[in-house]
């Protein structure tokens, strides 16, 4: 978590960057360098990109639900269509009102997480060893390190932050750009310090509810196949009931800010390298369906395990397809960016 964070501090800034300095979005420098069968095979992974980071949303808010409400994890992977939905209508009232709609959401989920590490009291020598001393132990750890990396480091923000800036008045002389970049540096590596946080806590919370003295065997075996499910379960029964539903309220926070920037990088990513654009209701509509199709055939057939682990495998491929969104964005950044450069005064 603490290198995917630096690489993300890293790329996103740069990401930023690329927009504020071009006036262009990654996806349209894309349509413009390159010819229309690569071009349209970067939109295809994009694609699939923004997919795979959907599905563990759809999943993480039905497991939010059935915690919240003993909603069947099903139903609640076909619940989330209509809460993002309704989420995005505040769209109409302005970006900046839907920005402070995902702080407030983030911040939800500091608070609750915050919370839970404070009651759990992690061994903070611990803590530190293993920020600084990463280790791969136990079945699937490799796996789980491959899908971290996809999960913080997502290869359609690429995307998404290089046309957010555009949204925004930046005086187009050497001082403006600047400013702006050294801006937008500081708001990224606040947002990621949070995030960072939050990761940590998670974490942290894990290792010391699983590491009780008082745990009882069933739930010791729980720890060795641990997932959301039964992370909440853990929760409850070690440090408290309360401590289930402040993780479940996070969780559904989680997924509901992760899907509407989602949604926004998919209208990018269209828009850029097809110049379609649609309305932002049927754009989400036509991702939440693409997640929701695979999330709730696993869901029933392997239950709340299967959609654990199918949150695993969504993460990896973000991970396996980060590639095909950096080589083409490292080579917009250092050529694209220099002639930006030099063409303001």
Known sequence: ILVASCAALVIQSLAANLGVVT?????????????????????????????ACDI???????????????????IGVLLTGSSTLMLLAIQQYGVRKL?????????????????????????????????????????GATGLAISLLGAMVMPHNLFLHSALVLSRK??????????????????????????????????????????ASDLSPEDRAKCEDLDLNKASFLLRNVVGKWSS????????????????????????VMQGFLDLRLEPWLRNFLTRCL???????????????GAGKL??????????????????????????MKMGSHANP
């Open 311 to 336: 949150i695993i495998i969504a993460s990896m491929i973000l991970s396996f397809e980060l590639p095909f969104a950096l080589v083409p964005f490292l080579k917009f950044t250092s050529c694209k």
């Open 245 to 268: 539903k402040l993780f479940a309220i996070a969780l559904l926070a989680s997924g509901q800010s992760s899907t509407i920037t989602g949604t926004y990088a998919g209208q990018y």
């Open 170 to 211: 930046i005086p187009r002389s050497a001082t403006g750009i600047k400013e702006a970049c050294r801006f937008y540096l500081i708001e990224s590596g606040l947002a990621l310090t949070v995030a960072f946080l939050i990761n940590v806590s998670v974490i942290s919370v894990s290792g010391a509810v699983c590491n």
């Open 291 to 305: 997640a929701i199709i695979p999330s709730l055939i696993v869901a029933l057939i392997g239950g709340s395990a």
């Open 23 to 51: 006036g262009k979005h990654l996806a349209e420098h894309c349509r413009a360098e390159y010819s229309k069968v690569p071009n349209f095979l970067l939109w295809v992974v994009a694609e699939i990109a923004v997919v």
């Open 56 to 74: 563990p949303e759809v999943i993480g808010t039905a497991f939010a639900l059935n915690m919240l409400f003993h909603i069947p994890v099903w």
């Open 99 to 139: 920005e402070f709609l995902i702080a407030f959401l983030v911040f939800t989920i500091a608070i609750c997480f915050f919370v839970e590490h404070h009651y759990s009291k992690p061994d903070p020598k611990e803590v530190l060893h293993g920020l600084f001393v990463p280790q791969l132990k136990g079945n």
